[in-house]
């Protein structure tokens, strides 16, 4: 017994020496104690909730390749809205699957102050005042090519659908949204919008710039969800950012954040973790990430098949987010997450 405990005291001994007497396990022993030194905390603040609407009445409609996730009929996305507020999640943000009937080459359907989400807009807005709204500007859920822009041939067209982005970010202003997210990156729309809200009055309104969006993989299964993954003729690499570019990313955001931009984006987020913190470091401007359909149906999968967790996987992740300089995040898993938050 000397011997084993002489052992000990020398072994201890020399851990001491290399460690300088510092036991960092002492703050992760017990849970009051990490708690208490946590660094980085996830709260029901921090959330958007992205969801899908559709025309129709009391329609849940699930999403194929996004467990769980559904398509709300204007009505039924009424109902999510309060089970948000319920939730105390701040924001929703609304996206339409577009009938294939309503979709045409110039993506008209966009600017029409009766479309799918101008009427969830009001309605929700109706319902309940206090929770903020944030609209998507972009012509892809509405054109017949599946394109954020209107295209000439093979070319998609700036300049004409910078202009068709400012009478879709008006119509959506008007019909009660409280932050348009321009998520077309075409150059100077940030800039045009603006200058059309503050033209017609809506000065309050917010803008949160897609600033830094790759052409990613990881749109998939919201292709799906607003229909237009059929559509989609060629890619969209000629709009949104190379992957392998970070600083490009930088001058994306410096140029929307010159041009009116009150709040900037990454998207996706996981895969751009690097970009989200550079560009948190770089302009201290409030920051937030995209947990794109792919990543959330990428969760899901390993979820369904017993290979993850998810409530810990998605804790660890969103965290991640945080930790990386995101002031929030969009999340199809914030309904969830907000709850297990609120039961703490």
């Known amino acids: 017994m000397d011997r084993i ?40 603040n921090d959330l958007i909730w992205p969801i899908f609407v559709v025309d129709g009445n009391n329609i849940v409609k699930p999403v194929a390749s996004m467990p769980g996730v559904h398509r709300y009929s204007v009505d039924r996305a009424v109902d999510a809205a309060r089970e948000a507020a319920d939730l105390g999640i701040p924001v929703l943000a609304l996206f339409p699957y577009t009938d294939p009937s309503r979709r045409d080459e110039a993506g008209s ?37 599946g ?5 000439e041939g093979e070319t998609i067209l700036n300049d004409p659908t910078v202009e068709a982005l400012c009478r879709q970010a008006l119509v959506q202003a008007e019909a009660g949204c409280d932050i348009i997210g321009p998520s077309d990156m075409m150059d100077g729309r940030v800039s045009l919008i603006r200058e059309t809200l503050d033209g017609h009055g809506l000065r309050d309104t917010l803008i949160m710039s897609y600033a830094a969006k790759y052409a990613s993989a990881f749109y998939a299964p919201f292709r799906d969800a607003v229909g237009s993954a059929s559509m989609l003729k060629g890619d ?58 792919g990543e959330y149906a990428m969760m899901m999968a390993a979820v369904g098949n017993g290979w993850l967790d998810e409530e810990r996987g998605t804790m660890e992740v969103l965290t991640a987010y945080k930790r990386a300089g995101a002031d929030g995040i969009l999340t199809y898993f914030a309904p969830k997450v907000a709850a297990r938050l609120k039961a703490r």
């Not at 479309?115 to 017949?144: E, F, H, Q």
């Not at 394109?147 to 295209?151: E, K, P, Q, V, Y």
Request: aromatic share 6%; hydrophobic share 35%; proline share 4%.
């Open 236 to 293: 969209k690499r000629t709009y949104q950012m190379d992957y392998g570019n970070g600083d490009e990313a930088l001058r994306e955001a410096a140029q929307d954040i010159a041009e009116g931009a009150d709040m900037i984006m990454v998207k996706p987020g996981l895969p751009y973790l690097d970009i989200l913190t550079r560009l948190k470091a770089e302009f201290s401007m409030p920051t937030f990430a995209y947990q794109t359909s």
């Open 109 to 145: 359907e966009a600017y029409n102050p009766d479309n799918l989400v101008c009427r969830a807009t009001r309605a929700i807005k109706a319902a309940i005042p206090d929770i903020g709204i944030m609209c998507d500007v972009a012509l892809d859920p509405y054109t017949s090519h």
């Open 5 to 44: 405990e002489g052992k000990a005291s020398e072994l201890t001994q020399r851990i001491d020496t290399v460690t300088g007497g510092r036991r960092m396990r002492r703050l992760r022993r017990t849970d009051w104690a990490r708690r208490l030194v946590r660094e980085t905390s996830l709260s029901i």
């Open 147 to 151: 394109h954020d822009g209107l295209m």
